[in-house]
């Protein structure tokens, strides 16, 4: 196997910002979701598995720091950041429930949970997705083609159109950005 081509890895990477413009109407709704939490003062928390969990906490750092504008912190929570909770849950009960468990201590009626996975099967991002709504939260799933089992437990869904790991979460990056720039305007109004 060659060294890759890198005009063509600029190329397959340029393909993110068509499959941005193909969720443009759910992006829409996933945005006015967030930013009317932030605007009710609920809070928004964020979960996923590997690159999923850092965009979680990514998400979660632009909302409590700041993205572009100097501003009150906002209200977010990543529910990877925490190691002895998440090892502690996955010894004691399995690690399906490691998301799940924590909202379930968490979570109000009127929270927003941004749920990230590829997949839109991974069970613990499901589970979470499933106590969110039992708890009276809104849920947003930003998923891979077709949604999957999250998208399915999700108020609403932004479903990449793509199965290639990697170009899916290119395209969540840019999504969870515009989110930010979204709430940050929107927590406001």
Do not use: W
Request: hydrophobic share 40%; proline share 2%; net charge negative.
């Amino acid at each position: 196997m060659g060294t890759p081509d890198v005009d063509i890895l600029i190329a397959e990477r340029a393909d993110a910002h068509d499959l941005l413009a193909g969720v443009r109407d759910s992006l829409q709704d996933a945005a006015q979701a967030v930013a009317q939490c932030l605007r009710a003062g609920a809070t928004v928390y964020a979960c996923g598995n590997g690159g999923s969990a850092t965009q979680a906490a990514h998400f979660a750092g632009e909302l409590v720091g700041r993205f572009k504008n100097e501003r009150r912190a906002l209200p977010a929570f990543c529910l990877s950041d925490n190691p002895a909770i998440i090892t502690a849950v996955a010894n004691d009960y399995d690690y399906e429930s490691v998301f799940s468990r924590q909202l379930d201590g968490l979570v109000r009626p009127g929270d927003c949970l941004l749920a990230l996975t590829t997949s839109g099967n991974s069970e613990n991002v499901v589970r979470a997705c499933a106590t969110a709504r039992a708890r009276g939260a809104r849920v947003v799933a930003l998923t891979g083609r077709g949604g999957g089992k999250a998208g399915e437990n999700a108020d609403v869904r932004v479903a990449v159109d793509s199965t290639e790991t990697d170009r899916i979460q290119e395209t969540h990056l840019m999504i969870i950005h515009l989110l930010c720039e979204f709430a940050e305007a929107g927590a406001y109004d």
